[in-house]
């Protein structure tokens, strides 16, 4: 069984460029929930995608956008960064939109922007 | 507005005790509460999860709590040793169309050998 693998594993970018974040989910799972978590916090819900679409959708700005692939596989995408974004960015993957089922998370991407 | 709170400071406790950690929170109505550890620089990992009809849930050496007239959860650690030794995260999450899981902000546990 294939865990959740993300990458890159840190990223450096400077604020106004663009990022693209990527997750190959758990074997088996057909739905990819993305979470920021900022230096001593918890992970905060992005967006979630079951079947290639949205699913739901946390408190976060449109320049946040994703994508999920037929594998399963999936891409986030932050427009004009801000020094705000500067986070780990956690990928969450789950079986038919997961409903009262733990997350299986990768190792995060470590973003910084300066 | 919905509120998860974790002690925020660190526990310290000597190897061998119980460790229990807290998780309060207001305005809300789980389904489902959920216990994840963190280790630095990793991602979180699935500990154990009790439904808002269940009272208590073992695993090992793990125990979780849920009293939603309280409405908190208490997870316990027996025996600790130091390998536990790490952030623990409480999630909540509600019924509704997709699953939104909800974190509080984790409490560091440290146990001294």
């Known amino acids: 069984e294939t865990g959740v693998t993300q990458s890159p594993t840190h990223l450096i970018k400077t604020r106004g460029q663009q990022v693209t974040l990527r997750c190959s989910s758990q074997?088996?799972?057909?739905?990819v929930s993305w979470y920021q978590q900022a230096l001593g916090q918890g992970p905060q819900f992005i967006f979630q995608?079951?079947?290639?679409?949205?699913?739901g959708r946390g408190n976060f700005p449109p320049r946040f956008s994703g994508l999920q692939f037929p594998n399963y596989s999936s891409e986030l995408n932050v427009n004009a960064l801000e020094l705000d974004d500067s986070a780990l960015y956690l990928c969450?993957?789950?079986?038919?939109?997961?409903?009262?089922?733990?997350?299986?998370f990768g190792n995060g991407t470590r973003l910084t922007v300066t | 507005s919905q509120k998860i709170e974790q002690n925020s400071e660190a526990l310290n406790i000597q190897e061998g005790k119980t460790a229990t950690l807290t998780c309060n929170y207001t305005?809300?109505?789980?389904?489902?509460l959920q216990w994840y550890r963190q280790d630095p620089g990793r991602g979180p990992v699935f500990l154990l999860l009790?439904?808002?009809?269940?009272k208590e849930k073992r695993k090992e050496r793990l125990k979780v709590t849920f009293d939603t007239t309280l409405k908190q959860s208490l997870f316990h650690i027996t025996a600790s040793q130091p390998a536990d030794s790490a952030t623990y995260l409480c999630?909540?999450?509600?019924?509704?169309?997709?699953?939104?899981?909800?974190f509080g902000t984790g409490t560091k546990l440290q146990v001294i050998p």
């Open positions: 969450a993957s789950s079986l038919d939109r997961g409903k009262g089922s733990p997350l299986h």
């Open positions: 074997s088996g799972h057909n739905t």
């Open positions: 995608y079951y079947r290639e679409e949205e699913n």
């Open positions: 305005n809300y109505s789980p389904a489902y």
């Open positions: 009790i439904r808002e009809n269940e």
């Open positions: 999630a909540l999450e509600s019924t509704g169309g997709y699953q939104k899981v909800t």
